[in-house]
Nanobody
Framework: QVQLVESGGGLVQAGGSLRLSCVASGSVDVMGWFRQAPGKRRELVAT???????NYADSVKGRFTISRDNAKNTVYLQMNSLKPEDTAVYYC?????????WGQGTQVTVSS
């Protein structure tokens, strides 16, 4: 079993920045971030492999950067130029040994 713990969410004004962190209890393979706003389906934000190959949703390209530190079993999401439409609960995700793991989520609220 792998536990994921997110941190770094909060309230920020439009145009501001936040950095999310997610620590896994052990080594994992692909990691990523998803988000879910009220009344909307959960959507992929970004993913990253152990070799640091990345994938981003079109809505965040150029604004968000995903990275990881394999020695610390940690993935980060640097969010810049935040918009109100980025408001959502952000969930950390990890894949390992044919299983998918999820964090509890961290709230990101962007005010106008």
């Amino acid at each position: 079993q792998v536990q994921l713990v997110e941190s770094g969410g909060g309230l920020v004004q439009a145009g501001g920045s936040l950095r999310l962190s997610c620590v896994a209890s052990g080594s994992v393979d692909v990691m990523g971030w998803f988000r879910q706003a009220p009344g909307k389906r959960r959507e992929l934000v970004a993913t990253i492999t152990r070799e640091s190959a990345t994938n981003y949703a079109d809505s965040v390209k150029g604004r968000f950067t995903i990275s990881r530190d394999n020695a610390k079993n940690t993935v980060y999401l640097q969010m810049n130029s935040l918009k109100p439409e980025d408001t959502a609960v952000y969930y950390c995700n990890a894949n390992y040994n044919w299983r998918i793991y999820w964090g509890q989520g961290t709230q990101v609220t962007v005010s106008s």
